[in-house]
């Protein structure tokens, strides 16, 4: 990539100081459109080196129960692609440090054009996207447009991938890797580090690229446990919980909450050796 | 007529499930080798010569196969027009064509050694036929419902429940087919080791749309057989109504060669296509992606999928089969939208006038059968899919008449 890329510049930062990525989750428009702004900050100066942020669809097919809430309170403020993009140059003012990664499905994104979408992200200042439903075999020009406008495409790749699946999606991926911990949708089940372990392994015989670990990253415990065997941890339905509990109060109490989770996950992660 | 020549019917979907521009694989990585691995189980099967007998054995002495083509001789006669000839898939075991899919992945699931199904369902008849197969191979089976579908189709909910299926409502979005399929797509995401999604219709990931479409041709085989038998040609035309599109692919795809046979898929008109309030994405639709295929689709300028309304569950959907949104392109089928209205009308003249008594869905079909029928010739033949029976729609027929039962 010819320009610096937020992404790659803070994950070559912190491998160089032997510190853990931690990638913050949240649904733009979640539970208001005014709170996202004053979350986001919230979330980077609390130790989170790298905001993904939901795009709200009306059919998040791979979310948990949590997510989903997080989307539905969105959409019921009108919160789309457009709205999302536009969150992003509005913190881009205040911070053109942090990277930033927006996640969600290929319908919203096809709406715009691909071609639009890449051209109006990346001038808002996102550097990455995640596409649930966007496999390799699908891409098109996608790809092709994401890096004519400097951002990479991050895939997922999930416990049920296999050597080929792991390989043909490492040829298109960049940024990082994003592995799945654990079959499901966001926010369920157990983590079994063990099967991690060996997953990431397996990984890294296909890709130079750093692999962040997410799905069942709810604590300092578990991001310690994860952190371990990657370059990083992504949390997600911990931080909407906690915002959706408080979805009526106002946007110091809900960053006040979100603060308290992602600065334990911090410590946590910074407690690695 | 709007009829393609030079085109092999038979070559599509490509080995990676695109009909032109449509249908493909979205979806997200956990289900990427399931999906492998059931595209893999069935090119084995789809030749294998036992597979086919054993298909072929349950269709005849499970289902009750081949279904009647029955001559409504006095709808014909009321409308006056064209011959209305009823291809009456209500007379299979459970009361619609779904079970023959379900027949077909019972089967497949059986090879994959899968000891739990799950489904999603709308009108419930699919859900219907899910539980049954299960029932009968011993398969634990859970099916995913709209809560708002789970209200309307009581009768349907309670049958699942007899035949031991567990029936979860889905609460979220609206509360109807679509949503049922989210969830029952995240339960598969987690479940993927043990689980065997029978989807219903010809919608969803490749190879999903490719293979309920070829175990729902049995209806068109028949019904060209049949109709050959009795009058000794072709019909001239077909109609068949259209939510995700299993009946009437089933019905259209052995005549697509056939040019002097048109092709109408009905779609819910709901309070009429120029109100919005409908599901009838072919008519009033764009292309996009959703429930990991791309298809026409009920959408608003961000991309956000749109409510949909139609009297009946089974069509209340805002996709549709990607074949069909390919066949609308080339414009080898018509695509047309009958309303709610126009329905009931079509359900209560069958009942009264051939004693048949017709699903909401297929109502549909009947509805635009007798309009088509006054514009054509007393010589030409229309076969009707008669995809399902009313039965389960009698609470939703008193309710519009004002009568608690």
């Known amino acids: 990539m010819s320009q610096e890329n937020r992404i790659s510049t803070r994950l070559a930062a912190l491998k ?9 989750y949240i649904v733009v428009g979640d539970p208001r459109p005014e709170v996202s702004l004053a979350a986001m900050h919230t979330l980077v100066e609390n130790g989170t080196d790298i905001i993904e942020l939901g795009i709200p669809f009306s059919d998040p097919m791979a979310e948990g129960p949590v997510i989903q809430k997080g989307h539905e309170r969105a959409l019921s403020h009108n919160v789309s692609l457009r709205s999302t993009l536009a969150t992003v140059v509005e913190f881009r003012k205040q911070d ?5 990664v927006v996640m969600g499905y ?17 001038a808002a200042g996102v550097d990455g996207v995640i596409t649930v439903d966007l496999p390799p075999e699908e891409l098109e020009n996608f790809n092709a447009e994401l890096k004519a406008n400097n951002m990479h495409n991050i895939f997922l790749l999930a416990p049920t991938s296999s050597n080929a699946r792991i390989e043909k999606i490492c040829a298109v991926a960049s940024g990082f890797l994003y592995y799945v911990s654990l079959k499901g949708v966001t926010g369920a089940g157990h983590l079994d580090v063990d099967s991690v372990k060996e997953k990431v392994a397996e990984i890294r015989q296909h890709s130079a690229l750093p692999v962040l670990v997410g799905f069942g990253i709810k604590n300092a415990e578990t991001a310690r446990a994860v952190g371990e065997l990657a370059e990083g941890v992504v949390v997600g339905s911990v931080l909407v919980s906690a915002m959706g509990e408080h979805a009526d109060a106002t946007t110091e109490v809900i960053c006040e909450q979100i603060k308290n989770h992602v600065a334990s996950i911090r410590s946590g992660l910074d407690s690695i050796e | 007529m709007n009829t393609k020549k030079n085109v092999d019917y038979a070559a599509v979907p490509d080995v990676r499930g695109h009909f032109g521009p449509y249908g493909g694989r979205f979806v997200s990585e956990t289900l990427m080798y399931a999906l492998d691995e059931l595209q893999s189980i069935y090119e084995r099967v789809k030749n294998d010569p036992d597979f086919q007998k054993e298909f072929d054995q349950d269709l005849a002495h499970y289902v009750g196969r081949p279904s009647p083509l029955y001559f409504a001789e006095r709808l014909t006669k009321k409308v006056g027009g064209a011959q209305i000839y009823l291809k009456r898939e209500d007379l299979n075991h459970t009361g619609a064509h779904k079970v023959n899919n379900t ?5 497949l699931a059986k090879y994959t050694g899968k000891k739990r199904v799950i489904a999603e369902t709308g009108a419930g008849q699919h859900g219907v036929a899910s539980a049954t197969v299960a029932a009968r191979l011993g398969l634990e089976c859970v099916v995913y419902m709209g809560a708002e579908d789970v209200q309307r189709q009581a009768l349907n909910v309670y049958r699942m429940k007899l035949l031991g299926a567990t029936v979860v409502p889905v609460e979220s979005g609206s509360r109807t087919l679509k949503d049922a399929m989210n969830e029952a797509m995240r339960d598969w995401v987690t479940n993927v080791d043990d689980t065997f999604y029978i989807i219903g219709t010809v919608a969803g990931p490749h190879p999903y749309p ?17 109709c050959q038998d009795m009058t000794g040609r072709l019909p001239d ?4 109504c259209v939510g995700g599109g299993s009946n009437a692919i089933g019905l259209f795809h052995p005549f697509l060669q056939d040019e002097s046979v048109a092709m109408y898929g009905v ?8 109100t919005g309030k409908h599901a009838a994405p072919l008519n009033d639709g764009i292309p996009g992606v959703l429930h990991g295929n791309r298809t026409y689709l009920m959408e608003d300028e961000n991309g956000q999928i749109i409510e949909t309304h139609s009297v009946s569950a089974g ?12 066949l609308k392109d080339i414009g080898r089928v018509n695509y047309v939208a009958i309303n709610d209205d126009e329905a009931m009308d079509a359900f209560r003249n069958l009942t009264r006038v051939e004693g048949i008594m017709p699903a909401l869905e297929s109502s549909h079909a009947v509805a635009y059968a007798e309009k088509l029928a006054r514009e054509m010739d007393k010589d030409d033949i229309i076969v009707v899919n008669l995809s399902g029976r009313g039965d389960k729609d009698i609470l939703t027929v008193a309710k519009i008449d004002g009568i608690e039962v």
């Open chain 1, 106 to 122: 290929t319908n919203p994104i096809e709406r715009m054009g691909y071609s639009d979408f890449a051209k109006t992200a990346s």
């Open chain 2, 103 to 107: 027949i077909g992945q019972a089967l």
């Open chain 2, 210 to 226: 490719q293979l309920v479409r070829d175990f729902q041709c049995v209806i068109g085989r028949e019904a060209r057989q049949q």
């Open chain 2, 237 to 240: 035309a077909l109609v068949a």
């Open chain 1, 96 to 100: 053109n440090e942090t990277p930033i």
């Open chain 1, 16 to 24: 160089a100081a032997n510190k853990k990525a931690l990638v913050s």
């Open chain 2, 267 to 274: 779609e819910a008109g709901g309070y009429g296509v120029e």
């Open chain 2, 315 to 326: 069509l209340d959907y805002p996709g549709v089969g990607p074949e069909h949104s390919w």
